[in-house]
């Protein structure tokens, strides 16, 4: 099972006259990083927020945002009589000074600092928002944890099309292979002919034999291409794990272009390098979808 580590989710519920709304947003992190924005009155509840978001997610950097907008009649606010007063006075002597001024209407007024004095939320019961909050943060959770596991059975198609990629190629150069060494001892026998033709020296067998010998170690790949078998199964084995396994994925993509570098420094044939080429493909493209993978 693949998780993404991008996704979104978010719940909404009105209680009597309050609305509360929890997103919860996330991009790609190689660790857990937890962004919050909170109400004022819940500027204690970093630490409580952070405990539920780790229960369901390990890597990514997490943007979750909490709103509270609590219903407001007109007596729930006031004029504050002295500040607006303070700043008439203001506006008098600037109009002695200055000629040119523009004109204030009342909505100009109603924006200045502190003219209009907001209901205090101080002693709002932070125990009793969590309550309601909790259970939103969860549910918008869910439906973030939803989101990314359509999009990591998506990853892991992908992957399973890359690594299926890398089998053929892997079974296109296990059959080359052996060629190689055949085609090079034939090469190097004509080419020995050829040069001795019309001489009195004659072809040791062993000269041949020690120098394709050296050839053949020089070239041997067998060891690259039984690990990349198992790199391939161990892949697919991460990929079907209950547990969403980014990082050793990850891990594993690196041994496989590790493995396939070294086949394609030591083949020494063309048709094989065409199979590397197709091959180190496969695994870059496997390791742009790992970078979303938590």
């Not at 067998?205 to 690259?224: L, T, W, Y």
Request: hydrophobic share 35%; charged share 30%; proline share 2%.
């Amino acid at each position: 099972m693949l998780l993404s580590m991008t996704g979104y989710g978010d719940a909404r519920q009105v209680c009597d006259d309050t609305v509360y709304h929890v997103e919860v947003r996330a991009v790609n992190n190689r660790y857990l990083k937890l962004n919050t924005r909170l109400p004022d009155c819940f500027s204690g509840l970093e630490s409580a927020v952070e405990k539920v978001v780790r229960e369901t997610i390990s890597r990514g950097t997490i943007n979750v945002t909490i709103k509270r907008s609590v219903g407001r009649s007109a007596s729930d606010f006031s004029f504050a009589g002295e500040i607006l007063g303070s700043y008439l006075k203001q506006w008098d002597d600037l109009r002695e000074s200055m000629t040119q001024l523009p004109v204030i209407n009342a909505g100009d007024l109603l924006q200045l600092p502190g003219v209009v004095a907001e209901p205090d939320e101080s002693n709002v019961d932070v125990d009793v928002e969590w309550k309601q909050a909790e259970p939103l943060l969860r549910e918008a959770l869910q439906k973030f944890d939803s989101f990314r596991h359509h999009e990591g059975e998506s990853m892991a198609e992908d992957l399973r099309s890359q690594m299926s990629q890398i089998s053929e190629q892997v079974k296109l150069v296990s059959e080359r292979a052996p060629l190689v060494v055949t085609q090079y001892r034939d090469r190097i026998l004509e080419r020995v002919k050829s040069l001795l033709e019309g001489t009195d020296v004659e072809l040791q067998s062993s000269d041949v034999i020690r120098e394709v010998s050296q050839f053949a170690d020089r070239c041997d790949i067998n060891e690259e291409i039984i690990r990349l078998d198992s790199h391939l199964k161990q892949f697919e084995k991460f990929i079907a794990s209950e547990q969403s396994e980014g990082k050793r994925l990850d891990f594993l993509s690196q041994e496989l272009n590790r493995e396939v570098n070294t086949i394609g420094s030591k083949a020494n044939d063309v048709e094989i390098a065409h199979c590397v080429v197709e091959m180190k493909a496969a695994v870059e493209k496997m390791r742009e979808v790992l970078q979303n993978v938590e």
